[in-house]
């Protein structure tokens, strides 16, 4: 219907490997008479690859828009759901309510205490004490009149074990992975994002070492390095952040 330069070269491709040679020459210079170019341009990635062994023809803007606008999307849960995507949706929403709800209303909740990690219950509890401290803990630190020197120093000695302990643990957790550490201590907010970073540049090199591009003058090795660089200065921040606020209590 229309001679295009991409047909002739793929006709010339599909001879070759037929082994007609001269049928594929032919169709060759063809596509180079049309459009010598094109030919050039696309000869200089050209591969082994599937997706670069033939010339592919692109759709214009306007073709994909016009394609999305009319192409009907049905939601699939894989088979993972016995209900509809919708009725999930609903379910997710009337949950949320209920937790909303049941916060506000049912107050007994557990907690640790900050000192000595022990686990109290606010209904058990006459009241929480100030810092989420345990009583005894709160004995040692404002009424010292109420505990003799022996108990006041076993439990001192108590609590510096449990956070020397705590210590240990986040400064090992920082140690294989930068943010852990952090939302091992309670500092969630902080520990995702150094988290998130470190991972997402960790992705770049191991994606781009699975999808290969096949493009003989396109290299993918500055974005590695990029990467690469990028996550060795979180981890070191992390590990810089998290031991600063170890050494002044702060976690």
Known sequence: MKPLPSALYNLSQVYREMLDFDKGEEYFLSA???DHDAVSRFRSIAGRNPNRFVIDEGLSVATLLDY????TYHTSTVGLSPVHPIIMIVIALLMAALFYIFDQHFNTWAYRCNRCGKILCSKCEKHILWG??????YRSLVKLDELDAKERIAKLLNVYEYQKKKRDIIKLFSFIIPGSGQIYAGNILYGLLFLWLFLFFL???ITNSIFVLGLSNFSHLWLNISSIFLMVVVYVVSNIITRRRLAKGWL
Do not use: Y
């Open 132 to 137: 989420h401290m345990c009583l005894q803990c």
């Open 203 to 205: 992705s770049i090199p």
């Open 68 to 71: 999305a606008k009319r192409k």
């Open 32 to 34: 180079q008479r049309l």
